[in-house]
């Protein structure tokens, strides 16, 4: 079956961690990227990579980091200096078909700070 | 930046017809796209509407678009306690996709 994986469901840090969601998409798609969902704020993009070996900065990317080593791949780490870490991450992939792109969702990771 | 905007609540009566709306600033966007967001899991692509139309209609679902306005709606016929879900608007708008906040719809029996 074709999709996206993320894992864990539930990951929890303590002050001072760095911790790194995992995301894995079969799809075969070029782009992914991660979101951040918090109550009544919709979807906020974190970062993006177009391309492997290549990422930016979305709107809120204070605070996290990611690798773009394999097409398959786009694990993202939450660092110490993320101050309000606590949300459902979601990443997705994409792919483009002319102007149209059509995102797929992994199940989300839910973040909790102890 | 590129907004795009939606109430945060609606309840209907299950049978009733829902409509969720949204507005957008980007009047280039070439692409209008609605998602569903069950609990606890990730966003499922439910339709989506080409700029140069003015309604797509798929099943239940009938996506309008008024491009002069720049608001698009979502209505669901006869809406049952598995539509319960948030919606999301999104838009293309360079090169990325733009959410709305979402919004909760709910059923009533």
């Known amino acids: 079956d074709g999709g996206i994986t993320q894992s864990p469901k539930y990951l929890f840090r303590k002050e001072g961690q760095n911790v790194t969601l995992s995301c894995e998409q079969n799809?075969?798609?070029?782009?992914m990227y991660w979101y951040r969902q918090d109550p009544g704020q919709g979807l906020r993009l974190i970062y993006y990579?177009?391309?492997?070996?290549?990422?930016q900065k979305g709107d809120i990317a204070e605070g996290y980091s990611v690798s773009r080593e394999k097409k398959e791949s786009f694990p993202l780490t939450v660092t110490s200096a993320q101050k309000n870490p606590t949300a459902f991450y979601l990443c997705?992939?994409?792919?483009?078909?002319?102007?149209?792109?059509?995102?797929?969702f992994g199940p989300g990771t839910r973040l909790l700070v102890l | 930046g590129e907004d795009v905007e939606q109430s945060l609540f609606l309840s209907v009566r299950e049978g009733d017809s829902s409509v969720i709306n949204c507005t957008y600033t980007?009047?280039?966007?070439?692409?209008l796209y609605w998602y569903k967001q069950e609990p606890g899991a990730g966003l499922q692509l439910l339709t989506y509407?080409?700029?140069?139309?003015d309604m797509k209609q798929d099943q239940r679902l009938t996506v309008l678009l008024n491009k002069k306005d720049k608001h698009l709606s979502l209505r669901i016929a006869d809406t049952q306690t598995g539509d319960s879900a948030i919606y999301f608007c999104?838009?293309?708008?360079?090169?990325?996709?733009?959410f709305g906040s979402g919004t909760r719809l709910s059923i009533r029996p």
């Open positions: 997705a992939s994409s792919i483009g078909e002319g102007n149209k792109e059509t995102q797929y």
């Open positions: 799809l075969n798609h070029d782009a």
């Open positions: 990579s177009q391309i492997v070996n290549d990422f």
């Open positions: 980007d009047s280039s966007s070439t692409y």
């Open positions: 509407i080409f700029s140069n139309m």
């Open positions: 999104a838009i293309d708008s360079a090169s990325k996709i733009i």
